[in-house]
């Protein structure tokens, strides 16, 4: 998947570094001579940072999450110890280095759980994960820890700009497992495994009612209910199909799965009671 982080993402370190940054401007800058892990050159906070930062302008992210670290290995008690780690955390996962990412991540979260820049901490946790979300026909662990990520920070940090980006990706999270559920449903169907293929697509009606995936599920339901001899069933699904979703391709073609039966003509003859109350209202109370 691309990356599709905020917009201000890479304005954040400079907004970490702040007044750091005009403090250093002044400053003769002094590189060190090697990256070697194992060579300690000894050199200012000021330095270090600073070449830090000249690598992570430049798209070096590696070379600057080095030099982040070398700040917190020579000078692991000033403030910029802690900053840095926090800003090696972000070279490596603009690197592609998320294992690298989450270790920092979560040191940081531990470490300094009541810092101002947690919530970015948490943020970008959750990113790591989001951008290594995988095409729905493989599996889906990271999709589902991205959906955990995102949603502790909206949980923890509501009102921030990333709760908020949060909650906008956490649309796509889901949208995404219910296209997962979608794919094996489909494959239960084909396979003529027709209970397994009702369980996905109940899943999907109740628990990722907010999805694209929603009117597709409903037409599926009554596709297999159909096929087990349950006409009932499949005329609820139906019917919930038509009142929430009228307008869809899905919606006719159940019309049609129906035998043309109109949608006024199935609610009557089901369990499906006042179509202006079902609309808009919980799915899950009517395909059971």
Not at 54 to 79: K, M, N, T
């Amino acid at each position: 998947m691309p990356k599709n982080a905020t917009t201000n993402l890479l304005t954040l370190p400079r907004r970490i570094a702040g007044s750091l940054l005009v403090a250093m401007i002044t400053l003769v800058l002094s590189a060190c001579s090697s990256t070697d892990e194992n060579e300690y050159i000894e050199q200012s906070v000021y330095e270090i940072y600073s070449q830090a930062i000249i690598f992570l302008d430049a798209g070096r992210y590696v070379d600057a999450s080095l030099f982040f670290d070398e700040v917190e290995r020579q000078h692991p008690y000033s403030v910029w110890a802690t900053k840095a780690k926090l800003m090696s955390a972000y070279g490596h996962y603009h690197a592609g280095q998320f294992d690298d990412a989450l270790t920092r991540l979560d040191r940081f979260i531990s470490v300094h759980p009541g810092n101002r820049d947690v919530a970015y901490a948490y943020y970008l946790k959750a990113l790591c994960y989001y951008e290594q979300i995988a095409d729905v026909r493989r599996d889906q662990e990271m999709t589902q820890k991205a959906m955990e990520g995102l949603q502790d920070v909206i949980t923890r940090f509501p009102t921030s700009p990333y709760g908020r980006d949060a909650r906008l990706k956490l649309d796509l999270t889901l949208d995404h497992l219910a296209g997962k559920e979608m794919e094996v449903g489909r494959f239960y169907i084909n396979q003529r495994h027709f209970l397994a293929a009702i369980n996905r697509f109940k899943n999907v009606a109740e628990n990722y009612n907010t999805t694209s995936h929603v009117p597709e599920a409903l037409y599926r339901l009554s596709e297999a209910f159909t096929a087990l001899g349950l006409p009932e069933e499949a005329r609820k699904s139906a019917a919930v199909l038509g009142y929430n979703f009228p307008g869809t391709n899905w919606y006719s073609d159940a019309y049609a799965l129906l035998g043309g039966e109109t949608i006024s003509q199935i609610a009557a003859e089901s369990d499906v009671k006042d179509a202006q109350n079902v609309k808009g209202t919980s799915l899950d109370n009517n395909i059971r």
